[in-house]
């Protein structure tokens, strides 16, 4: 009589029973579609704010009452475009159009050569959306005087469209470029919407809120963009070293000071320039700040 050997039993690990198979599906936060809430909330809290309240269309106007009506005391004004002869810096006056069709001819070379064309349509649609939503949003959003302002203070301008421009171009440019070098894109980008944000600001074209609804409406744009993509075509995680974010960030600054600055007025100086800087921050952390979203999560070993 042949005995057979029973099968071998797989070796006992001490706590294997207590540790459960990694989940291989996409956890629920692949598509984060709260920050794009949240950028929506704010803008239009921000809009009801300013705008449709009194007490804030009187700090708003009271601005303009700082200093000299026109924008020739701005530090920033010779290079605004605004004086005669002067070459605009982009996209300010006549520079608008051309930069915004530049900026969407990068992204559209960026996505042939890179071929990444879920992302490429997304940026496309950040761009696209910020600032058709801003034409759109210019002629139906109302601005009520509840004031009794001078008339040269009712048109409507909410939200900034030279502020939207370089927003929208920098968070489409990091949906488009390579992983390693995004954080130093979303620098330059920061850096460029600091002092457009700031000259905006300060020389008396757009109301602080304008530029901060802009810039909220570009952050919106870009947060429904990437929680539509696909979680393989989603921006992942950006590394850069610690102190970029501390650099950058100082750097906005000390732009949104010099390009707010005016010679007749500390204070729209400085609500100029911190206004620019907030605008930075929030694109910053839009585009850099925020984890990776396409990370596929696993149960935590228990004990």
């Not at 959003?141 to 927003?167: C, K, M, W, Y």
Request: positive net charge.
């Amino acid at each position: 009589m042949t005995q057979h050997d029973s099968p071998a039993l797989p070796a006992h690990r001490p706590g294997a029973s207590r540790q459960a198979p990694a989940d291989p599906s996409p956890s629920r936060t692949t598509r984060p579609w709260m920050p794009a809430l949240l950028y929506t909330l704010g803008f239009l809290t921000l809009y009801l704010l300013a705008i449709c309240t009194p007490w804030g269309q009187r700090a708003e106007n009271a601005l303009f009452g700082l200093g000299s009506e026109g924008s020739e005391d701005a530090w920033i004004y010779p290079l605004s475009g605004s004086a005669y002869g002067s070459t605009p810096l982009p996209p300010l006056e006549l520079s608008a159009k051309p930069t915004l069709m530049v900026g969407l001819a990068v992204i559209v070379v960026l996505t042939l050569v890179r071929r990444c064309w879920w992302p490429g349509c997304a940026a496309l649609g950040v761009v696209i959306l910020t600032t058709g939503g801003k034409e759109v949003l210019k002629s139906t959003l109302p601005r009520p005087d509840l004031v009794g302002a001078p008339e040269n203070l009712l048109d409507q301008g909410f939200p900034s469209g030279h502020t939207a421009i370089p927003a929208a171009l920098t968070l489409a440019a990091v949906l488009v470029v390579s992983p390693r070098i995004r954080p130093y894109v979303a620098t330059a980008g920061v850096l460029w919407l600091a002092c457009i944000a700031a000259a905006s600001a300060t020389m008396g074209g757009h109301r602080p809120s304008e530029v901060l609804g802009a810039t909220l409406l570009a952050c919106a744009c870009y947060g429904l963009a990437t929680w539509l993509l696909p979680p393989a075509a989603a921006p992942g995680a950006t590394r850069s070293t610690r102190a970029l974010p501390v650099i950058t960030l100082t750097l906005a600054l000390a732009i949104a000071l010099v390009s707010g600055a005016r010679s007749d007025t500390l204070t729209r100086s400085l609500v100029s320039a911190a206004t620019a800087f907030i605008c930075a921050a929030l694109v910053w952390y839009a585009a850099v700040g925020r984890p990776a979203h396409t990370a596929r999560r696993t149960r935590p070993a228990l004990g």
